[in-house]
């Protein structure tokens, strides 16, 4: 599942992003929405979504992850809302 611009427009704060990464030890990486997603209203192709992992990366989803069809560059495993200490569905580590 490709991640799509106008899905990335729909998440909210606290959102979970699973992203396939072949070299991580259980195959998925998970990255939390850290802020509200950005929107402009001049150019609705805009978007900017604050995301971190861990304790210390920061970056942000914006318009140029996405190629021309709308779908990002990266392969997303899935988007869920987690509380603490429950199993990830993805690759079974537990937050």
């Known amino acids: 599942m490709r991640l799509t611009l106008e899905a990335a427009k729909k998440l909210q704060h606290g959102n979970t992003l699973h992203f396939e990464r072949p070299g991580n030890k259980n195959g998925c990486e998970r990255w939390r929405v850290n802020g509200s997603v950005k929107t402009w209203k001049k150019d609705p192709s805009r978007i900017r979504v604050p995301i971190k992992h861990g304790l210390r990366d ?15 560059a990266y392969r997303l495993v899935g988007v869920e809302l987690v509380k603490s200490g429950s199993p990830c569905k993805y690759c079974g580590l537990e937050y």
């Open 58 to 72: 920061y970056d942000a989803i914006t318009e140029a992850d996405f190629n021309p069809n709308g779908n990002a």
